[in-house]
């Protein structure tokens, strides 16, 4: 029997309907999540937006029980289907628990060429994973772009840097700006404070 293309497209739909309430019985857990990343691997049918959350919700568990790799298979497919920055920053955040840099830059990368909501949030991330690689050059430059953005995050963890090599005069630059943007912010006050009182307090018995 020959279908036509129309009849063909239900009858793919109908199965593939069928095989995610098959997922939809499975518990919570491993198996379900790798039922999850083989259906996503088929191209052949659209997602709907309660399957995009069933995968999405499988992907963070994975992640928080540190299933990291079938995390970064559901991950990267949803990624791969859903171009957008809460795949994409979920995929990074994955690879580079798993160690993956060029990986996890690679996709802030491309998610900052698509006009994002939080292109200063995306360059201190993407800063963040170079620092964590001993990129601290490459780094720099991405929370300079933070800081031209207005990112108080980057400008704090750039001053913590600078603190920690002893430049204490753009430590304390760094941290008076990082106050003046979030006069809370979680460690800047104690970094001003540090910068203020010099070698000293990071090394008692040193003099400045």
Same mark, same amino acid.
């Given at each position: 029997m020959?279908?036509?293309?129309?009849?063909f497209?239900?009858?793919l739909?109908?199965?593939?309907?069928?095989e995610w309430?098959?997922?939809?019985?499975?518990a919570?857990?491993?198996?379900r999540?790798?039922?999850?990343?083989?259906?996503?691997a088929? /191209?052949? %049918?659209?997602? @709907?937006?309660? &399957?995009?959350?069933?995968?999405?919700e +499988? !992907?963070q568990?994975?992640?928080?029980?540190?299933?990291?790799?079938?995390?970064?298979r559901?991950?990267?497919?949803?990624?791969?289907?859903?171009?957008?920055?809460?795949?994409?920053?979920?995929?990074a955040?994955?690879?580079?628990?798993l160690?993956r840099?060029?990986?996890a /830059?690679? %996709?802030l990368? @491309?998610?900052? &060429?698509?006009?994002?909501?939080?292109? +200063? !949030?995306?360059?201190?991330?993407?800063?963040?994973?170079?620092?964590?690689?001993?990129?601290?050059?490459?780094?720099?430059?991405?929370?300079?772009?933070?800081?031209?953005?207005?990112?108080?995050?980057?400008?704090?963890?750039?001053a913590?840097?600078d603190?920690a090599?002893?430049?204490?005069?753009p430590?304390?630059?760094?941290?008076r700006?990082?106050?003046?943007?979030?006069?809370?912010?979680?460690?800047?006050?104690?970094?001003?404070?540090?910068?203020?009182?010099?070698?000293?307090?990071?090394?008692?018995?040193?003099?400045n």
């Amino acid at each position: 029997m020959i279908l036509h293309s129309a009849a063909f497209a239900f009858v793919l739909l109908l199965f593939s309907g069928g095989e995610w309430d098959k997922v939809r019985e499975i518990a919570p857990g491993s198996e379900r999540g790798e039922a999850i990343a083989n259906l996503l691997a088929d /191209d052949s %049918v659209d997602l @709907e937006s309660a &399957e995009l959350t069933l995968s999405w919700e +499988a !992907g963070q568990r994975a992640a928080d029980s540190l299933e990291f790799e079938l995390a970064f298979r559901i991950q990267e497919q949803l990624y791969r289907r859903v171009p957008a920055e809460w795949s994409g920053v979920n995929m990074a955040l994955t690879a580079h628990k798993l160690g993956r840099w060029q990986t996890a /830059d690679l %996709v802030l990368g @491309e998610l900052l &060429e698509s006009k994002p909501t939080d292109a +200063a !949030g995306l360059w201190s991330q993407r800063g963040i994973f170079a620092l964590g690689d001993g990129r601290q050059r490459l780094a720099r430059e991405y929370f300079g772009r933070a800081i031209c953005l207005g990112s108080p995050d980057a400008t704090g963890i750039l001053a913590r840097e600078d603190l920690a090599l002893y430049n204490f005069e753009p430590a304390r630059a760094g941290f008076r700006a990082a106050l003046a943007s979030n006069s809370k912010h979680p460690w800047a006050l104690r970094g001003w404070g540090l910068s203020l009182l010099g070698a000293a307090a990071l090394h008692p018995g040193t003099r400045n």
